[in-house]
């Protein structure tokens, strides 16, 4: 009747961007992430008889509006899928900012599902987790996971979650979090108009699948210039697609430019860093481990009111032993 889980937050090196169902929230293409073993969000779900509603406290603040219902809609899931009725309470924090593109919502729904599964007594394994945290985030599919991850495009049975072996592979992600606002529209709105009005999207979603096929040959050979090239370019892709939508959307800020220039430098110069963003102003930086802390130093002196986080490879969700403070 109560559970506290943990996940991590996902990049993507492939993007998610559209979605062929968005009742479902299953995807046009499919798409492939780095978990990090950094930023975890904490979730408790206590199921509470005596509750008329949902109470969602995130980082100690009581959610209301439209983040309290997404919340609601999903604990209405686990509870249809457990056949309890109980109402519960969350409670989650995020130790990154919110909100920012930097995959709150990917760790979050991933802790949440699996904290709220485990409170209703479902016992799912990761394929069935993978689905379900789908349902409250696309990303946090992902999330159920460590290491690197695929998520798979098909209906609601197929479109899962796994991860992806990568003998050899040793990554580093080197995040500048150049602005920690909320940001100015949200993915799925921002997915949801590129699909309906980008004259780009088409060829999106022709060439991902592609790329997809490359960066799993590339990560099979440990080939690390292969999978740092395709992920800078899926993610200038995909931002491009978006840029073409009207109103068009656009997430770089004067600040996230200046930093892909500082990573294409850091090429020049000879270390392999390649950039890529999500639905936000900041650049995550794929690297080397052996690199990491001269691209940090690159990236702080070209923007020194940047805040970094420098990440690894880390694991999937876990249920934990003590319920959050
Ligand atoms: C740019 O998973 O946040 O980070 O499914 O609508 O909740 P919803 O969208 P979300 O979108 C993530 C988009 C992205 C790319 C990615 O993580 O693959």
Redesign the pocket.
Known sequence: MRATAEANP???L????G?AD?EL?L?VTG?L?LTLDAAPTRTTVALDAGLDADEVVLGGAVLSGRPAQRVERFLDLVRAASGRTEHARVDSVNLIPTGA?L?S??SG?AALAAAAAAAYGLDLDGRALSRLA?R???????SIFGGIVR?HPGDDAASFAEPVDAPGLDLAMVVAIIAAGPKSI???????RTTATSPFYAGWAESTPRQLDEMLEAIAHADFTAVGELTESNSLR?HATMAAAWPPVRYPTAASVALLDATRDLRADGIEAYAT???GPNVKVLCRPADAARVEARLAEVDPTADFLSARAGEGVRLIDEPAA
């Open positions: 996902n990049i993507a492939i993007k998610y961007w979605k968005v929230n995807p798409s992430s593109g995959a919502s990917a729904f789908r409250g985030s696309g990303s946090a599919s992902r998520w949200s993915s799925t709105e921002a997915m949801n995909m963003m999500d639905a």
